[in-house]
């Protein structure tokens, strides 16, 4: 972890659902920063002193309450809070159950002192944080209003997991997220079509599914590998080496997705921008008709139904 003096506050990063939440950096980065389709890949993880995330929910509290501004915070807090209803929280950056529990603890403690009508405070984690975390300290989270951990999963095949650098491996994908709900926090998970290009793909496609069905979350979305200029997978397409899958391709991963995971109540969409084709629904319930929207467009084969390249985005 690299702390330093001046905390960059990181570009807002957040889950499409975390849309009307207020951005509260803890950390800046990834502390896994060798996902090889990431932005944050080689990116050193930052962690804000205590005292300035403090400072922040203090003038966020000013604000909201006396619309008094408090001078040397910034401008972004503000431009924020002017759009905030008060209710969610979401705590940025990629990685920012990585920052240490006594500190986590003390900032959620204060965030639900200043403003106890929160409803809920939500959070990207990796596998390793949650692994990381005892049953025992993820409920402390809880009980601190810590709603819903947000985790990629990316692939629930070991071979692609270990090629894009993941770090952890299929049970250990499964083990995380069992821990996360037994704590009673809801569990969101991340999965990437055409991360494992042509020749992986149809493996990449029956293994997630598998892995979706053991995880069992509560939600689930699916982004579509966009290439991310310096990474070692854009170099790899560069190269030769990485072959992309066809925009059709990807709806048949997305079709295999639906059909093969089994989930007790989960709300599942591809609404994400990365996308060529946004779908949402619950499933198992909605599942007919997800599939049935899915193979009225493979069958058409027609590019024009398909979200443009120029309009796709991370």
Known sequence: MNHQRQFKRPDILRPPSEWDSYYLPLTSGCSNNTCTFCSFYGSRLQVRDIDEVKAEIEALAMYMKHGIVTPGISGIVYSIAREWDGRKVFLQDGDALAYPLPKLLEALDYLNTRFPEIERIASYATPQDILRRTASEL????????GILYMGVESGDDE????????????????????VKESGIS????????????EGSERHSHETARVLSELDPDYAGA??????PGTPIYQ??????FQMITPLRSLEELRILVAESR?????FSSMHASNYLSIRGRLPGDKQRMLKQLDEVCARKDPSVLRPEFMRAL
Do not use: M, P
């Not at 409920?139 to 810590?146: A, G, M, V």
């Not at 982004?223 to 991310?228: D, G, N, S």
């Not at 989930?263 to 709300?267: G, H, M």
């Open 236 to 241: 790899q397409v560069e190269r030769g080496i």
């Open 187 to 198: 569990l969101s998970v991340t999965v990437i079509l055409g991360l494992a290009g042509v």
């Open 223 to 228: 982004l579509t590998l966009i290439l991310v």
């Open 160 to 179: 692609i997991l270990k090629a894009i650098g993941k770090g952890v491996t299929h049970d250990q994908l499964v083990q995380a997220g069992k821990k």
């Open 139 to 146: 409920r402390q989270l809880k009980e601190r209003k810590l």
């Open 263 to 267: 989930f007790s109540n989960c709300f």
